[in-house]
Nanobody, 113 residues
Framework: QVQLVESGGGLVQAGASLRLSCVGSGITFTAYGFAWHRQAPGKQREFVADIGNGGRTTYADSVKGRFTISRDNAKNTVYLQMNNLKPDDTAVYYC???????WGQGTQVTVSS
């Protein structure tokens, strides 16, 4: 059974940093790409960043230069380092494996102004 479990969310002030983690189980972690998406209140879920099994990354324009996605295959973990957070970054952040369409349960990030 595939499971993706996120952690690391919280309440921070604008300009602060957070690092989200997503631990995968039930899969051969190294074989897959992963992504982070987010959903703000009253808005559709949107793409944030992804990383391929070879390490190639892409980012939404809104987070380029502030967020960094990475992976540690030895720990079956994907990270999202978020710097210079803004109130518009407030959302539930979800880990996602596109192949098979697996989602984590989400972790709340709230940025106060």
């Amino acid at each position: 059974q595939v499971q993706l479990v996120e952690s690391g969310g919280g309440l921070v002030q604008a300009g602060a940093s957070l690092r989200l983690s997503c631990v995968g189980s039930g899969i051969t972690f190294t074989a897959y790409g992963f992504a982070w998406h987010r959903q703000a209140p009253g808005k559709q879920r949107e793409f944030v960043a992804d990383i391929g099994n070879g390490g190639r990354t892409t980012y939404a324009d809104s987070v380029k230069g502030r967020f960094t996605i990475s992976r540690d295959n030895a720990k079956n973990t994907v990270y999202l380092q978020m710097n210079n957070l803004k109130p518009d970054d407030t959302a539930v952040y979800y880990c996602y494996r596109p192949l098979g369409r697996y989602w984590g349960q989400g972790t709340q990030v709230t940025v106060s102004s």
